[in-house]
């Protein structure tokens, strides 16, 4: 349950635990509401006024009571406020804008190659400005710009990328801090994420994990990453990048795929190394969805390559299993969902086999329902999640809502 407080210096919480009720239970009474923050009637309804007055929600139904009037039920108004959300990796950039419900009004997507910092910005500039064009954006309330960029990162106090840890798989954007450049040409405030962790907190707050408190979340993009979220909270570790399962070294022999001096699991996943293994025996493929059909077809090189991924994941997710003891791990991100949904069916059964006898359960394994665009929607909630999260982080912020 989400428990609200009284106290005069937790306003900004109040309307946050206020529109996060609404959202997660909407369409929804007042009295409804405060039942389940534990918030009085007075407070709740100061809140929905001002939620009302900037427009984040809307009156809805009349529900009929045994007795008295009818109550006026409140859901989330999705015409109420718009963003942005980037996903940039090596070979694409999604962008995406959402409304305030979550829905993607517009995407535009683009084939890359690697592109230096000064291309990638000018395309992500131009890629925000057709996104943002419309009279219906502009009359909003816009909470901003997020973006996913390949991690591990570095992300620093000024909300820019001082440094990306793994300059071989992007060399040219080493030291590059991409929110002062966007910063020149966009007027609104900038996000920025491990595209993992952004991926997670889509799926937290509009995908499978939306009533999960405690997950973990494997994303495959352009390699393999993750995130986790604790008492439903994204928890990003000491430098921001908890939940790397790309960088667990082989417990066995090494993949095919690897090509490092310290080889690691995500070289398994790397889309473009895998695109070249497949073309060593005349097999084209030049995207995600061209796995799928491979896969249909059970052609046999593939299927060497899925058999060899689903023991590399058994192995990162006992480690976690026994780290942490989850309840729940979802898989997501741009491997087509036939194939995801192979990798969670046959994972429970390898894990066991390589769990101690004393302990005869595990996680539950989860399909994420954010698609392949999980990342750029994740990016596109960062800015929706900076406004509206329930964190115990708001009760040490100076401002309110």
């Given at each position: 349950?989400?428990?609200?407080?009284?106290?005069?210096?937790?306003?900004?919480?109040?309307?946050?635990?206020?529109?996060?009720?609404?959202?997660?239970?909407?369409?929804?009474?007042?009295?409804?509401?405060?039942?389940?923050?534990?918030?009085?009637?007075?407070?709740?309804?100061?809140?929905?006024?001002?939620?009302?007055?900037?427009?984040?929600?809307?009156?809805?139904?009349?529900?009929?009571?045994?007795?008295?009037?009818?109550?006026?039920?409140?859901?989330?108004?999705?015409?109420?406020?718009?963003?942005?959300?980037?996903?940039?990796?090596?070979?694409?950039?999604?962008?995406?804008?959402?409304?305030?419900?979550?829905?993607?009004?517009?995407?535009?997507?683009?084939?890359?190659?690697?592109?230096?910092?000064?291309?990638?910005?000018?395309?992500?500039?131009?890629?925000?400005?057709?996104?943002t064009s419309s009279d219906e954006v502009k009359s909003a309330y816009f909470c901003?710009?997020?973006?996913?960029?390949?991690?591990?990162?570095?992300?620093?106090?000024?909300?820019?990328?001082?440094?990306?840890?793994?300059?071989?798989?992007?060399?040219?954007?080493?030291?590059?801090?991409?929110?002062?450049?966007?910063?020149?040409?966009?007027?609104?405030?900038?996000?920025?994420?491990?595209?993992?962790?952004?991926?997670?907190?889509?799926?937290?707050?509009?995908?499978?994990?939306?009533?999960?408190?405690?997950?973990?979340?494997?994303?495959?993009?352009?390699?393999?990453?993750?995130?986790?979220?604790?008492?439903?909270?994204?928890?990003?570790?000491?430098?921001?990048?908890?939940?790397?399962?790309?960088?667990?070294?082989?417990?066995?022999?090494?993949?095919?795929?690897?090509?490092?001096?310290?080889?690691?699991?995500?070289?398994?996943?790397?889309?473009?190394?895998?695109?070249?293994?497949?073309?060593?025996?005349?097999?084209?493929?030049?995207?995600?969805?061209?796995?799928?059909?491979?896969?249909?077809?059970?052609?046999?090189?593939?299927?060497?390559?899925?058999?060899?991924?689903?023991?590399?994941?058994?192995?990162?997710?006992?480690?976690?299993?026994?780290?942490?003891?989850?309840?729940?791990?979802?898989?997501?991100?741009?491997?087509?969902?036939?194939?995801?949904?192979?990798?969670?069916?046959?994972?429970?059964?390898?894990?066991?086999?390589?769990?101690?006898?004393?302990?005869?359960?595990?996680?539950?394994?989860?399909?994420?329902?954010?698609?392949?665009?999980?990342?750029?929607?994740?990016?596109?909630?960062?800015?929706?999640?900076?406004?509206?999260?329930?964190?115990?982080?708001?009760?040490?912020?100076?401002?309110?809502?």
């Amino acid at each position: 349950m989400l428990t609200g407080t009284n106290l005069t210096y937790t306003k900004a919480y109040n309307f946050r635990i206020v529109f996060e009720t609404i959202r997660l239970h909407g369409p929804i009474s007042r009295a409804d509401i405060a039942r389940r923050t534990n918030l009085t009637a007075q407070t709740v309804s100061n809140i929905v006024n001002r939620l009302l007055e900037r427009k984040f929600v809307k009156e809805g139904r009349k529900l009929q009571k045994k007795r008295g009037a009818p109550s006026t039920t409140l859901e989330v108004n999705p015409s109420g406020a718009y963003s942005v959300g980037l996903d940039f990796n090596r070979d694409h950039l999604t962008g995406i804008l959402v409304d305030l419900a979550g829905a993607v009004k517009t995407k535009i997507f683009y084939e890359i190659d690697s592109p230096s910092p000064k291309k990638g910005i000018e395309l992500m500039v131009s890629t925000i400005n057709q996104l943002t064009s419309s009279d219906e954006v502009k009359s909003a309330y816009f909470c901003g710009v997020g973006i996913g960029l390949p991690g591990p990162l570095e992300i620093n106090k000024n909300n820019e990328v001082s440094n990306t840890i793994n300059p071989k798989a992007f060399p040219k954007w080493k030291h590059v801090p991409v929110g002062d450049l966007l910063a020149e040409h966009v007027d609104s405030p900038i996000f920025i994420e491990n595209n993992a962790s952004a991926a997670t907190i889509g799926e937290r707050w509009y995908g499978a994990g939306k009533n999960i408190s405690n997950f973990v979340y494997a994303f495959f993009g352009a390699g393999l990453g993750g995130g986790l979220v604790l008492n439903g909270n994204l928890y990003e570790g000491h430098n921001q990048n908890a939940g790397e399962f790309g960088y667990f070294p082989f417990l066995s022999d090494k993949s095919p795929l690897s090509y490092s001096e310290q080889p690691h699991i995500g070289e398994h996943f790397n889309l473009n190394e895998l695109y070249g293994w497949l073309r060593e025996d005349d097999i084209i493929v030049n995207r995600p969805e061209d796995l799928g059909n491979l896969f249909l077809e059970k052609n046999k090189r593939f299927m060497e390559w899925l058999d060899l991924a689903k023991r590399y994941l058994a192995s990162a997710f006992m480690f976690t299993e026994y780290l942490i003891d989850i309840e729940v791990i979802i898989l997501g991100g741009r491997l087509p969902h036939v194939i995801i949904e192979d990798i969670a069916k046959d994972i429970p059964e390898l894990i066991s086999e390589l769990r101690s006898e004393v302990k005869t359960s595990g996680p539950r394994f989860v399909c994420g329902t954010a698609g392949v665009d999980a990342a750029a929607l994740g990016a596109a909630i960062l800015p929706m999640f900076d406004l509206f999260s329930v964190t115990k982080d708001v009760l040490l912020k100076n401002g309110t809502n």
